[in-house]
């Protein structure tokens, strides 16, 4: 079995041309989507419980007729960590604990100063009331994304976390149960699709509205969430999964077909990128891929996107490498190099960079201990991997005494009269005239 993935090389005369093309998103807004998706909104909306029953019933082959089959409390999820094997328990054990304490350090506290008057400035950091968590759970289930969406938000402190997951005719995925147990999910509702969101986000009569909204899905999770966006926050919009490796040649190149594989699989728009001035190392990656193409179990996933997506990209030396990256943005960058610290700073866009031969993407996927929902679509130029600030409100304290107040009057009236806004300048200088 052969791959079909592009070889590209910065010399080429339509290079600039073939890397807009490799930029180019697969998936484009579908009217007939959102249209789709706004219904289905406006259902749960309108319904509530009676609408869920209904398209768990008919999207989901589930056929249920009780809210109570779909809700799992804290007591019902504990149940499931015994039904898996001991070293599935002892795997996310482990994962989880890796992941919590990674998290625990992005906690941050209040804080205030004094300014030159006296006053007092500061903010307070509070979790979030709520929070919902999807987790994919169609073409395959994910237990590690429970953990990475769950575990921020316990962190964070959030008190009250929903997760829900599709049960397609439905069979639970007793790891992805076990995995909510451990991560302190307060309960599982097992629906999927555009109304598992709207049900988060607008409520119904047994399930709580949330304040945010987080987690991969497919196309009609993603539309869902950009249109409750602004009745309650959503972390990101996903698109496909990305991988981008820089290499110098000093990786076995199977590794590095490897990798680009782990990603490829996930769907036939996932986009797999290597970028190396070695054009002989690229040459060897590109027959790693043949030769373990056929022994892949979704080995028809991978070729799809390698040939949609995937690129073997020759270029004159790794600064220049780095560059092609920043353009990308991509999700995950291995800096496959012998000396990636030094490579390092010349990286500004990526959703997590791992450094050297042993960082394989694998293990920031499930259990290194950094999170793996990451921006995609080159997001990473504006957007950061789900963290515990993800669940948190920052709140501005505000404290003037008089002798503040006194002294800024005359700042805040100028500005004020200089936008026209009468009230606002009056305000600040009533609270300073002289009462005789």
Known sequence: MKSDIRRLSSDAPDFDAQIAALQAPMEVIDPGLVTTVSEIIGRIRERGDAAILELTQSLDDHAVTDMSDLIFDRQRLSEFEQRISDAERS?????????????????????????????????RILAMSSAGLYVPGGKASYPSSVLMNAIPAKVAGVPDVTMVAPTPGGKLNPLVMAAASMAGVDRVVTIGGAQAVAALAYGTESIKAVDKIV??????????????????????????????????????????????????EHDEVAQAVCISP??????????AVDALLPTMPRRSVIEASLKNRGALIVVEDLERAAQLSNLFAPEHLELAVRDADQLLPHITHAGAIFLGAYSSESLGDYCVGTNHVLPTSGAARFSSPLSVYDFQTRTSIIDVNSHGAKALAEVAGTIADGESLAA??????IRVEDPS
Do not use: C
């Not at 795997?91 to 030159?116: G, M, P, V």
């Not at 820089?246 to 076995?252: E, Q, R, Y």
């Not at 070695?278 to 027959?287: I, P, Q, S, T, W």
């Not at 606002?424 to 200088?429: D, F, G, I, S």
């Open 91 to 123: 795997a996310l054990k482990t994962a989880a604990a890796r992941i919590e304490r990674y998290h625990q350090q992005q906690l941050i506290q209040d804080w205030s100063i004094e300014d030159e008057y006296g006053s007092r400035l500061g903010q």
């Open 215 to 264: 987690g991969p899905g497919n196309r009609f999770v993603a539309e869902a969430k950009r249109q409750v966006f602004g009745k309650v926050g959503i972390d990101m919009i996903a698109g496909p999964s990305e991988i981008f490796v820089i290499a110098d040649g000093s990786v076995d190149p199977k590794w590095i077909a490897l990798d680009l594989m782990s990603q490829a």
């Open 278 to 287: 070695n054009g002989a190392y690229l040459d060897a990656v590109a027959e």
């Open 424 to 429: 606002h300048a009056m305000a600040a200088r």
